[in-house]
């Protein structure tokens, strides 16, 4: 089956610990997203690739990192610097970028908590 | 930049019921617009989407919406709700301008369909 999955669903750290979740897809989908998602507010873009080897920032990057070292895998860290990470993190991919059109297609989220 | 209002944060219906889910949009540029429905702890799946030609777009799970450039609204429709469309809808628009445009979400109207 192909799809989009991401780990862990839940995930507790530690204030001032950073983390990381995984992004992994079978789509082979060039452009790769994550968003945040709070109560109330929607989902909010923190990065996205629309290519190996290549990364943007979005609209909340700041206290975030991500890598893409490889087409399938987009991993995000959560660094000490974000101030209130705790939130619902979803990770989506489409086939191509940079495209007049694409559909996103989302994994199940990774719901983090900071203790 | 675009921008999108979701009317109305939470919408109670009874079931078998019509139901109406209101989006409105601000953009100077074209767009593609879409719905996307999540059930709780999941992910985004796409309901439907409007790219160009009739205005009256029908989804999966018997969902419709409307495209009124005029009004510039993309309002979703049910004529009749089940107990399982209890979630949470979203509505987002993207430009057409292709890889530059980013897809801009809605904060979320949650609908909970009563026996």
């Known amino acids: 089956d192909g799809g989009i999955t991401q780990s862990p669903k839940y995930l507790f750290r530690k204030e001032g610990q950073n983390v990381t979740l995984s992004c992994e897809q079978n789509?082979?989908?060039?452009?790769m997203y994550w968003y945040r998602q709070d109560p109330g507010q929607g989902l909010r873009l923190i990065y996205y690739?629309?290519?190996?080897?290549?990364?943007q920032k979005g609209d909340i990057a700041e206290g975030y990192s991500v890598s893409r070292e490889k087409k399938e895998s987009f991993p995000l860290t959560v660094t000490s610097a974000q101030k209130n990470p705790t939130a619902f993190y979803l990770c989506?991919?489409?086939?191509?970028?940079?495209?007049?059109?694409?559909?996103?297609?989302f994994g199940p989220g990774t719901r983090l908590t900071v203790l | 930049a675009q921008s999108v209002t979701q009317l109305d944060s939470q919408v109670p219906v009874f079931e078998e019921a019509p139901v109406e889910l209101r989006c409105n949009y601000s953009?100077?540029?074209?767009?593609?617009l879409f719905w996307y429905v999540q059930y709780p702890n999941q992910g985004l799946q796409l309901l439907l989407k409007?790219?160009?030609?009739?205005?009256l777009v029908k989804g999966i799970n018997g969902f419709e919406a409307e495209f009124n450039k005029s009004q510039t609204s993309f309002h979703l429709r049910k004529p009749s709700v089940h107990i399982s469309d209890t979630a949470e809808y979203f509505c987002?628009?993207?430009?057409?301008?292709?890889?530059?445009?980013?897809?801009?979400f809605g904060k979320g109207t949650k609908l909970t369909v009563n026996p």
């Open positions: 989506a991919s489409s086939i191509d970028g940079t495209g007049s059109y694409n559909e996103q297609f």
């Open positions: 789509l082979n989908h060039d452009a």
């Open positions: 690739s629309q290519i190996v080897n290549d990364f």
């Open positions: 953009s100077s540029v074209s767009v593609y």
């Open positions: 409007y790219l160009s030609g009739s205005t």
């Open positions: 987002a628009v993207r430009g057409t301008q292709g890889g530059s445009e980013k897809l801009v």
